[in-house]
């Protein structure tokens, strides 16, 4: 299985091969070879900044003598008029690597500025927002990036870190007893140490999993009120369960679901629906 270093290195071979071809043939025409200059990424929007260390892959792989020199890093709080770096070089390189590195930096600002809002809305509680797994194919590494550096946590990153049993393994597999049994069995026979979770959907898919021994319980689609009380039931049998609440949270509801006492609660519109960050890369 290849590492998040490598999946990265994967994605910026594909992102310069779409993007470049065969050459951009706008700035090999109308620049000289060995013409030198800088430029910096002047931020345009208040928010959290994310993909600064993603950015300086993207110029070293490209051209590793592009010299870049940070001043606002990773997680920061940023507002208009701020410039996060200045990079100096080549200017063909410069042009050429700014649209792959801006597509980065604005998308992952962007999902990091959300995550952050999320956050902020369960302040003085225990509760952490998650991410899934509704992320951009290919880009997912990246996303759940964003997500951390915007102070949420991550989920499982794919579907080999993890055991979430849903819905539709539950009613495939005959039942929830037999889905839990299944996959202890599994981790077991093919030594993984995997958390295993599981979706419930009422009072009595929550009594069953307590029964068979499960990590961590998701409530689908709960209201606030039965959360709390799904709460108080699987604390009453075993605190130690880690409990997940998913299925339709907005940021208006997120601070009520938060108050039930669940440890966890995992939003799709982190990375699914995100506005990128208003940002530009320009001559200095």
Not at 93 to 102: A, G
Not at 109 to 126: C, H, M, V, W
Not at 150 to 175: C, E, T
Request: proline residues 2%; contains cysteine; glycine residues 8%.
């Amino acid at each position: 299985m290849k590492t998040k270093d490598q999946l990265i290195d994967d994605l910026l071979t594909l992102a310069f091969a779409e993007d470049v071809g065969d050459g951009d043939h706008t700035t090999l025409s109308t620049i000289p070879e060995n013409e030198m200059g800088r430029q910096h990424l002047l931020v345009k929007e208040e928010g959290i900044l994310a993909g600064v260390e993603i950015a300086r892959k993207v110029f070293e792989k490209f051209d590793p003598s592009l010299k870049m020199t940070v001043m606002i890093g990773d997680g920061s709080h940023v507002k208009p008029g701020d410039i996060a770096f200045v990079v100096e070089g080549k200017v063909r390189s410069l042009l050429q690597t700014e649209r792959i590195m801006l597509n980065i930096m604005q998308r992952m600002s962007g999902i990091a500025t959300q995550t952050s809002r999320y956050q902020q809305r369960l302040e003085g509680l225990k509760t952490k927002v998650l991410d899934t797994r509704k992320t951009t194919p290919g880009l997912r590494m990246l996303e759940k990036e964003a997500v951390k550096i915007g102070g949420g946590s991550n989920h499982r990153i794919g579907l080999f870190d993890m055991i979430l049993i849903k819905d539709n393994h539950v009613d495939f597999a005959g039942g929830i007893t037999q889905a839990i049994e299944a996959a202890k069995k599994y981790c077991a026979e093919k030594n993984k140490d995997l958390k295993i979770e599981i979706e419930v959907r009422n009072e009595k898919e929550i009594a069953e999993a307590l029964e068979a021994g499960v990590d961590r319980i998701m409530l689908d689609n709960f209201t606030p009120e039965r959360t709390r009380k799904a709460v108080e039931q699987i604390r009453a049998v075993n605190p130690a369960v880690e409990i997940e609440s998913s299925g339709g949270i907005t940021l208006d509801t997120l601070r009520e679901y938060g108050e039930c006492g669940v440890d966890f609660i995992s939003v799709g519109a982190l990375t699914h629906s995100v506005k990128g960050l208003d940002m530009s890369f320009k001559a200095c």
